[in-house]
Structure formats: C-alpha cells, structure tokens
T-cell receptor
C-alpha cells in the first residue's frame, strides 16, 4: 500500500462550489504539506503543518484553507472554487523537516 | 533573481547518452540538495539526496554539488527510455524550525530519451 494517499485522484467541479481534497499517510511523519503544480510555474507551497496544532501559510494560501485532523490526515479545502485553481495538487510528508515524500496527486478542474 | 533556477527544457537525447541536468541557486545558506523525478501524471519521487558539497553516486545516477559556484548537477549515464520524466531539483537550509525546513524547488527539466 502507498505511504501517502490522496483522494480523490481526479475531480471536476464548477465555479463557486466547495471542494475538499484529502491526504493520509502511514509513514508516521510529523510534517505535512500541500502544493499545487502548474505548467511553467513548478511546485508552489499552499500550506504546511508541523503537527495537529501548528498550521502555517505557504506561498499561495489565498482561496484555500486546511485542516489537520490527526497526525496522519491533512485536508485542503477550496471554499469557493474558481477556474484559476485548476491544477495538480500534491500532498507531501516529512519527518522533522528532512526530505519530503509526495502523494500521487489530485487533478482538479474547475469549470 | 529567483532562489532556484532550472532550465525547463525540453531536453531530448538518444538512448545510451549521458544526460546532464543542472540548477543554480542564490541562497548561500542552502545545505541540503535533492533531485526528484516525476513521471507524467504522477507525484515527484525522491531520486538523490546530498548534503553540502561533493558527489554522490547511485547506480547510473550521480549528483554533484558545487557550493562555491552555487550550482548542482544530476548526471545520468547510459540513459534509458524509462528515464523520460521531469526532473526537479530541491534544496533547503540547515535549520528545521519555522519555514527553514521547507524545500525550495526548481521548476523542473523535462527529459525525453529516444530509443
């Protein structure tokens, strides 16, 4: 079984809808991250969390919110999706800030 | 100047060629350097991890760090069609607190190895 899983893997939604992307990990890592990837822009950090009570904004947090429900679970929400949030979203984990391990990604399309 | 610069390519080589992928950076505090490989529609996977300057070899892959020039390289020997992917460099400073532990990524170089 994969160490870092993301659900859903693909999602098509409409402008204005609320959507949640979920990430779970079995690696026992303390830190979790959400990135988005766009062609030509690379990976950009949205939010990161050191533990359940420590959540921090990344480079591009506007329009997003997160929840760390447990050490193993970190979800990303788009409260009111807009078309320019169409992207590949990746969750990643690390142990105390060492190397990061990525999930398989969620392809989100906002119409 | 961006913290990490990486030529996006695309880079196309024949099977068996030696491939050189590079990144430059501006922050002299970076101490840890990584290369990730990302196949199409997949998540990035860690390929090589080095600390400070020097070389590290793993099979057909060699990672090289030149801190004096703020330049890192990944060499692939005897390249195979299965090496076709996007390669991302990543790096961070020495600390683990706050945002210090966060990775700074290059935008990735797309490599295609033709049979």
């Amino acid at each position: 079984d994969a160490d870092v899983t993301q659900t859903p893997r693909n999602r098509i939604t409409k402008t204005g809808k609320r959507i949640m992307l979920e990430c779970s990990q079995t690696k026992g890592h303390d830190r979790m991250y959400w990135y988005r990837q766009d062609p030509g822009l690379g990976l950009r950090l949205i939010y990161y969390s050191f533990d359940v009570k420590d959540i921090n904004k990344g480079e591009i947090s506007d329009g997003y919110s997160v929840s760390r429900q447990a050490q193993a679970k970190f979800s990303l929400s788009l409260e009111s999706a807009i078309p320019n949030q169409t992207a590949l979203y990746f969750c990643a984990t690390s142990l105390s800030g060492s190397t990061q391990y990525f999930g398989p990604g969620t392809r989100l399309t906002v119409l | 100047q961006k913290e990490v610069e990486q030529d996006p390519g695309p880079l196309s080589v024949p099977e068996g060629a030696i491939v050189s992928l590079n990144c430059t950076y501006s922050n002299s505090a970076f101490q840890y350097f990584m290369w990730y490989r990302q196949y199409s529609r997949k998540g990035p996977e860690l390929l090589m991890y080095t600390y400070s300057s020097g070389n590290k070899e793993d099979g057909r892959f060699t990672a090289q760090v030149d801190k004096s020039s703020k330049y890192i390289s990944l060499f692939i020997r005897d390249s195979q069609p299965s090496d076709s992917a996007t390669y991302l460099c990543a790096m961070r400073g020495r600390g683990y607190g706050g945002s210090q532990g966060n990775l700074i990524f290059g935008k990735g170089t797309k490599l295609s190895v033709k049979p």
